[in-house]
């Protein structure tokens, strides 16, 4: 079965520092997994995504993840914290449904990112 | 725009009132679910689609009931709400095709608040 387990429940850094979000899954599968993020009142909007290409991904804002079979990880970076990064943030693995091919999703329990001046 | 929207955005009721929230996409998606979203513990998806008159069952379905009669629409009927059904809600579609890296899209949450 899959699961997600983020480390830290509360991240705080300040303006211009490094950002590390941890998280860890858990899965039998090869699996896809995914970063959300949430700002306040609003609704959630994919960061990053890994599908078994590279394990080096991307995502918008300067965010980026590495994907680490050998220790089961997928932590969220940023070399520079704004301001505007103080959000919630969840790490989601997917797994295919074997009925249609429907993909669900299933979040850690978030980590808020507190960002000071 | 593609989008998903839920409505309304912000409820609040009494024990045992029905209510029902709304969701649309326009993206032709044929699968849609609900999820609930409460303090440390993440979202939990409530009930999926897979398409027209096909739902079933997510992690934590007890007190909530769906329908998908058309492909866009999708909503969550909560026949007798109570209290512990106080939390922020979201939608989501997708598509199937390409496998589980496919994106969800959700729609913008409903805070519901039970009394």
């Known amino acids: 079965a899959q699961s997600v387990t983020q480390l830290d429940s509360h991240v705080s850094v300040s303006e211009g520092t490094p950002v590390l979000l941890r998280c860890n899954y858990s899965?039998?599968?090869?699996?896809?997994l995914f970063w959300y993020v949430q700002h306040p009142n609003k609704g959630l909007q994919l960061l990053l995504k890994?599908?078994?290409?590279?394990?080096l991904v991307k995502g918008i804002n300067g965010f980026e993840a590495e994907f680490k079979k050998s220790e089961t990880s997928f932590h969220l970076t940023k070399p520079s914290a704004h301001m505007s990064d103080a959000a919630e943030y969840f790490c989601?693995?997917?797994?295919?449904?074997?009925?249609?091919?429907?993909?669900?999703?299933?979040f850690g329990a978030g980590t808020r990112l507190a960002v000071h001046p | 725009e593609a989008q998903v929207t839920q409505n309304p955005r912000y409820l609040i009721t009494v024990t045992g009132k029905k209510l029902t929230v709304t969701c649309s996409q326009n993206?032709?998606?044929?699968?849609m679910s609900w999820y609930r979203q409460d303090p440390g513990l993440g979202l939990r998806q409530i009930y999926y689609?897979?398409?027209?008159?096909?739902?079933d069952k997510g992690d934590v379905p007890e007190g909530y009931k769906v329908s998908r009669k058309e492909k866009r629409n999708f909503p969550l009927i909560l026949e007798s709400p109570s209290p512990n059904q106080t939390s922020l809600y979201f939608c989501?579609?997708?598509?199937?095709?390409?496998?589980?890296?496919?994106?969800?899209?959700f729609g913008p949450g409903t805070r519901l608040t039970v009394l």
């Open positions: 989601v693995v997917s797994r295919i449904m074997f009925s249609g091919g429907y993909n669900k999703l299933i």
């Open positions: 890994y599908t078994s290409a590279a394990t």
């Open positions: 993206m032709n998606h044929e699968y």
């Open positions: 989501a579609s997708t598509q199937p095709a390409g496998g589980p890296g496919n994106e969800q899209f």
């Open positions: 899965s039998s599968y090869s699996p896809s």
């Open positions: 689609s897979m398409n027209v008159e096909v739902t």
